[in-house]
C-alpha cells in the first residue's frame, strides 16, 4: 500500500532562518506531488505541483521554493523565512494519468511558526 | 477565479443528531467537487466526492448532492456520532485535467457529544 511521510511535525523558527520540509512517498512510482498550505482561519492553498523529476509548477509568488529532486521526494524549502510563512503545511500525492480520480492522498502536516 | 465558501463554524452537535455543512462554490467551467474530513491528528482524507451535476457522493453515512443551478455542495448526515468530530474541507478541481490542483474552502471544524 501507498504512504505518504511528512517531516518535521513541528517546527518553530525565528525570521530571516531557512527552511526545508521533506516530503515522501512509497509504494507507488510517477505520483503527482503537491505542496498546501493553511493559514490560520483560511482554506488551504495550492503553493506548489510537480509531475516529475525537477519539474515544478508555482501557484502563487511567495518567499517559498520547491525541488523534487528524485520520483518520490518533494522539498519546500525557504532561504529567509518571513513572519506570512507561518502555518500548517501540507503535503500530497495523487497518481499519474488514467489511474487519477480526483483523490489527494495527504500528509500529516508540518505547522511551523516563525517568531 | 475559482472559490469554496463553507459555512462558518464551529458547529456543535449532539449524538445522533442531523448534520448540514452548506458550501457554495464560484468556478469558470465544470469542476468537480470533494469533501475532504481531517480527524484529530491525522492528514486529510477524501470523505466523498461528484464529478457533474446532479450527482450524489456518499460515504460512510454522509451524501452531498452537485447542485449546479444554486452551485452548492452540501453535506448532511441524518445521525452523527461522537467519531465524526473532525475538520471538514469542501473542495473543487477543474476537471480531471486539473485534478490534484484543488480550491478548498475554509473548513468547519465540527465537534459531536454524546
Known amino acids: 500500500s501507498q504512504t505518504i511521510h511528512q517531516w518535521p511535525a513541528t517546527l518553530v523558527q525565528p525570521v530571516g532562518s531557512p527552511l526545508s520540509l521533506e516530503c515522501t512517498v512509497e509504494g507507488t512510482s510517477n505520483p503527482n506531488l503537491y505542496w498546501y498550505r493553511q493559514a490560520a482561519g483560511r482554506g488551504l492553498q495550492l503553493l506548489f505541483y510537480?509531475?516529475?523529476?525537477?519539474?515544478i509548477s508555482s501557484e502563487v509568488p511567495q518567499n517559498l521554493s520547491a525541488s523534487r529532486p528524485q520520483d518520490r521526494q518533494f522539498i519546500l524549502s525557504s532561504k529567509k523565512l518571513l513572519l506570512s510563512d507561518s502555518g500548517f503545511y501540507l503535503c500530497?500525492?495523487?497518481?499519474?494519468?488514467?489511474?487519477?480520480?480526483?483523490?489527494?492522498?495527504f500528509g500529516e502536516g508540518s505547522r511551523l511558526t516563525v517568531l | 477565479g475559482n472559490s469554496v465558501t463553507q459555512m462558518e463554524g464551529p458547529v456543535t452537535l449532539s449524538e445522533e443528531a442531523f448534520l448540514t455543512i452548506n458550501c457554495t462554490y464560484t468556478?469558470?467551467?465544470?469542476?468537480?467537487l470533494f469533501w475532504y474530513v481531517q480527524y484529530p491528528g491525522e492528514g486529510l482524507q477524501l470523505l466523498l466526492k461528484a464529478t457533474k451535476a446532479d450527482d450524489k457522493g456518499s460515504n460512510k453515512g454522509f451524501e452531498a448532492t452537485y447542485r449546479k443551478e444554486t452551485t452548492s455542495f452540501h453535506l448532511e448526515k441524518g445521525s452523527v456520532q461522537v467519531s465524526d468530530s473532525a475538520v471538514y474541507f469542501c473542495a473543487l478541481s477543474e476537471g480531471w485535467t486539473s485534478y490534484g490542483k484543488l480550491t478548498f474552502g475554509q473548513g468547519t471544524i465540527l465537534t459531536v457529544h454524546p
Open positions: 510537480s509531475v516529475g523529476i525537477g519539474q
Open positions: 500530497a500525492w495523487s497518481p499519474r494519468g488514467a489511474a487519477n480520480t480526483g483523490e489527494l492522498f
Open positions: 468556478a469558470t467551467g465544470y469542476p468537480s
